[in-house]
């Protein structure tokens, strides 16, 4: 784009040396002169479009991150009895050690994405994503089966959302044509996870994706009419939707989801009731009050659930209510500011991806709070720098590299 502007910067005052009567190739060599020296044309173009780290997204990723750590390393230490500096030396050998591993790992992998040329999602969409869903197909082929569902599947099932942005920014401009494109290609990803019943990953991804394509509609990506679309593209997801539904009702005789996905389900609808599904919540949420009163330690069965599943639960009940909702405030403020970020970007495809990222992260947040509270069914979602899990922690850094790749390159290139 530089060399396009430059290019047009010469032709138009060669133009003007041809109007006052020179020749072609003198117009050409004058206007070529009047650019000026070309290394300090360089340097000074440089000055304005030279990347530039957004310190503030940086400083925010690093607090939370130290943040989780903390509160990580808070719980193990709640899983040993007091006996002052064995204590500590227990808990940072036996989880804290294996936590912060991860986290500086997630560092590097974030830097170093942070240094490469995000628009290669753009151009390259197509391969991306059939990449991510290669993927995860893989998971389902080669993968043990954990709890009757593949493993990795949901980490794998976790980076489709930068490629789809890239196949929404690919499609743009086709019109209608575009949007089917982009909504078959969302379609194809969601399919897969329901068919192995991943649930709770699904409705994540396809949240995000859903109010990504609805971004792209309002920036008239796939036509001026606006209302048009949106109205069209919900009668094609509930149509695709029934179809779903009646598929799978085919499939399994009647019944659309496993009988364990059932009981969760109505364990949430009516609490109290499957007393099997509600006791690792119920008992979260007592040690967390127990441990504060001193009363007992965590065992170590407990205390990788909290980890991992009931975090914020149990934070809630050992910190203190008004600890807790300082905590959530914070988390909240920093997915706030984010989606600012995301929002500001004025490159098409800087703002589909980064918005894309933060919103992937923030519907996981939510979620996990959600079902840490029992407002969702329990199931496969992560709290991002927060909860337990090296995979994860990995996949929350993916996301903050693409972000940052982002906000570094908003200087140099202006869609």
Sequence with gaps: MVLEEVEAHIEDQKLTFQAEGVTDIEAEEAAVREMGDPVEAGVALDRVHRPKMEWSVLAGIL?????????????????????GAGRFQRALFQGAGEYTAAM??????????CWLDYSLLGKYAPAFWMSANALMVLCIAAGPPVNGRPLYLSQSASLLIPFYAGILYYFRGQKQKGLIKSGICLGISILILLYNYMLSVAAVVGMTGLILIHAAIHRRW??????????????????????VIFAFALKTGGSILPDYQLLRIQAWLKPGSYLDYDYTASAAAEAGTAVREGAFSLAGNMLN???????????????????????????????????????????????????????????????????????????????????????????????????????????????
Aim: hydrophobic share 55%.
């Design 63 to 83: 607090f939370i991150s130290f943040m989780g750590a903390a509160l990580q390393i808070i719980v193990i230490l709640t899983s040993y009895p007091p006996d």
């Design 104 to 113: 500086a790992a997630g560092l590097f992998l974030m830097l170093i994405i």
């Design 222 to 243: 796939f036509g001026s009419q606006r209302k048009k679309l949106y109205f069209r593209l919900w009668i094609f997801i509930i149509l695709t939707g029934a179809l």
């Design 305 to 415: 659930e909290i980890r991992n599943s009931y975090l914020w639960l149990y934070v809630f009940r050992y910190m203190g209510t008004w600890k807790g909702i300082l905590l959530t405030g914070l988390v909240a403020a920093f997915w706030i500011y984010l989606l600012h970020v995301a929002r500001q970007q004025k490159n098409q495809l800087g703002y589909i991806v980064s918005l894309g990222c933060v919103l992937f992260l923030t519907i996981q947040t939510i979620m996990y709070i959600g079902m840490n509270l029992g407002i969702v069914p329990r199931g496969s979602v992560f709290m991002p720098f927060i909860s337990n899990g090296g995979s994860y922690l990995l996949i929350a850094y993916f996301y903050m590299g693409i972000i940052l790749s982002v906000c570094r390159n908003s200087r140099v290139v202006k869609n």
